[in-house]
């Protein structure tokens, strides 16, 4: 248990020391001995404190969760509310100062009340507001108090590990998975869009002469009489699209403000693609690329398929593998080390520093109590993998890698739209979602669309906005006095009134480049026979309104 000094107790340890020195100097016994009473009255507060709060923890002081559930569903850019409660079991009231969230950092999370007392005997109940501006599967691991002592000289933080875990899905699939489902006006029908294949169907396609096997309730009688030949009527099997959405999610995408990443808009744009579909009773394939294809999913349709796509979009652009997370073996280690450390009941005293292999094994017994079932991440050796399973099951973050991946995009497309190519049913139409190739000639790109287009399958290609991350709020470097750039020569870091009167010029330069290189890619897409799309509407209003809810979060400061 460590304790922290208020204001008011470094204020009276250096009036304590000051009146001592200037007891000493003027020689002063009775000054010295006020001083010396000061230090020694901040003492034995200190021990009042220690033993205070020993009696609250040794009495039973808990939080809990409102609710059964120890997990929760929430649409990106939306907020939620959890109940929790904070009980004292002691006979002597406790006071804090300060309640807060320990969550993950893609989570904005705030208390109502932050401050306060919980009565002898009692219990407080406290309202935990989350807002949730990115996809994924995140931990609200619990809460941490700062609690006063009698003399209210000393803080203590006291934290409570109790995981909760906070599933994000896109917002369109948000709606779509919570409509009611049956009764006559949800059942879909049978038919779609006239096909080209000859089949059962409504639509007359031609009338041809009778050949053996034909059935006889397909006769045309009255034709057949008029010409003088026995003719049959052939009808178009009606059918409906088979959709492909192809989303690029390189690692480099994710960077940009939370929720403002190009990223998050193209999930939003993939999903109301989706579900788009999905409600017309079209059957929906998905695959996600990394720069392989991460997860690929075969085209059905109905409100079960509607789930996995959910999922693997929610899921499947995380940033746990090793090839995309910016953090080593060492670093998960840590992580792990961390948040295991209050959940065990030993404290992990039997685990020495630096022993993964038995650090790995306790995090694997513990998995059972983690709000989300999770696949083991790639990882360098099993060791690996099961440290950042941990991280995954208890939704704590991992940074994104800061280097791009270094296999050309365009390649990686034209591999997944061979495969469409290949894949049975056979597809109607492809939607990729990702950045344009590169300058150049996209030789195995452009014989991929060809190939497609032979097979009559439109192919539609939705270009990442990079503009919202681009724009305000900008947020400022940390403060620090000086930076070396390596020649021995020492730089300022701009302050934060310089840094907002530069942030809008330089990024109104780097939008302006940004629109000029896709300008480009886009020309280079139309002579492919790529149909160019711009974001829906509904996703731009959606992100407009997440924006708008980060700068409420987060002010700019200057």
């Known amino acids: 248990m460590q304790l922290y000094p208020t204001r008011t107790a ?23 001995g006020w001083g010396g009473a000061i230090l020694v009255a901040i003492a034995l507060a200190r021990g009042v404190t220690l033993v205070s709060v020993a009696r609250i923890r040794a009495a039973g002081f808990e939080m809990l969760w409102g609710g059964s559930r120890r997990t929760l569903r929430s649409a990106r850019g939306g907020t939620v509310e959890i109940e929790a409660e904070v009980r004292n079991r002691d006979t002597l009231a406790a006071r804090y100062v300060k309640l807060r969230a320990i969550a993950s950092s893609q989570l904005d999370v705030r208390i109502e009340p932050n401050r306060g007392e919980v009565s002898a005997s009692g219990r407080l109940k406290v309202k935990v507001i989350v807002q949730t501006p990115r996809v994924g599967q995140h931990g609200l691991h619990g809460l941490a108090l700062e609690v006063h002592g009698a003399p209210g000289l000393f803080e203590v933080p006291l934290t409570f590990a109790n995981p909760y875990g ?20 949800h059942i879909l029908a049978a038919s779609g869009r ?18 053996p096997g034909d059935p006889f309730r397909k006769i045309a009688w009255k034709a057949s009489a008029r010409r003088g030949t026995l003719l049959v009527r052939e009808f178009e099997r009606e059918e409906r699209d088979v959709v492909w959405i192809l989303v ?14 190009p990223l998050d808009l193209m999930i939003d744009e993939a999903s109301a693609i989706a579900t788009r579909h999905l409600g017309r009773g079209d059957r929906v394939g998905l695959m996600i690329l990394a720069p ?38 060492a670093d998960v280690a840590s992580r792990v080390l961390e948040h295991l450390r209050p959940l065990d009941a030993r404290g992990l005293a039997d ?83 990702g950045p344009p190739p590169a300058d150049g000639q996209p030789g195995q790109l452009s014989d991929a669309v060809r190939r497609l287009s032979r097979k009559a399958v439109r192919v539609m290609w939705t270009l990442p906005d990079f503009e919202p991350g681009l724009g305000p709020p900008w947020e400022a470097p940390r403060p620090q006095e000086q930076e070396n750039d390596g020649d021995d020569t020492q730089r300022s870091v701009p302050s934060d009134k310089a840094f907002h009167e ?34 829906r509407a509904a996703t731009q209003a959606a992100q407009r309104a997440a924006v708008a809810s980060s700068d409420a979060a987060h002010p700019p400061q200057g």
């Not at 906070?166 to 006006?185: C, D, H, K, N």
């Open 10 to 32: 470094a204020h009276l340890a250096i009036a304590g020391v000051a009146v001592m020195g200037a007891g000493l100097i003027a020689r002063e016994p009775a000054i010295v």
């Open 166 to 185: 906070i599933e994000v899905l896109p917002r369109p699939f948000m709606a779509y998975l919570t409509q009611p489902r049956g009764g006559r006006s």
């Open 194 to 211: 006239p096909g080209r294949v000859r089949g059962e169907g409504d639509d007359l396609r031609e009338l041809r002469e009778h050949q």
């Open 248 to 261: 690029d999610a390189a690692v480099e995408l994710w960077a940009g403000p939370l929720g403002r990443a």
């Open 292 to 329: 392989g294809p991460r997860a690929t999913i075969a085209p059905d349709h109905g409100p079960g398929h509607g789930q996995k796509i959910a999922h693997a979009l929610t899921v499947g652009c995380g940033t746990y593998d090793v090839d995309r997370s910016e953090l080593d073996e």
């Open 351 to 433: 685990v020495r520093r630096g022993d993964l292999d038995r650090l790995a094994a306790r995090a694997e017994s513990m998995r059972a109590r983690a709000p989300f079932s999770a696949p083991a991440p790639l990882g360098r050796s099993q060791r690996e993998r099961t440290l950042r399973r941990y991280l995954a099951s208890y939704g704590i973050e991992s940074p994104a890698r800061t280097e791009p991946e270094r296999r050309d995009p365009a390649v990686i497309v034209a591999e997944a739209l061979t495969h469409v190519a290949r894949a049975k049913p056979r597809a109607s139409m492809v939607y990729v979602l």
């Open 502 to 535: 530069l942030a809008p010029i330089a990024a109104e330069a780097v939008l302006l480049r940004a629109r000029a290189a896709q300008t480009r890619r886009e020309a280079v897409l139309r002579k492919m026979g790529v149909r160019v799309l711009r974001l």
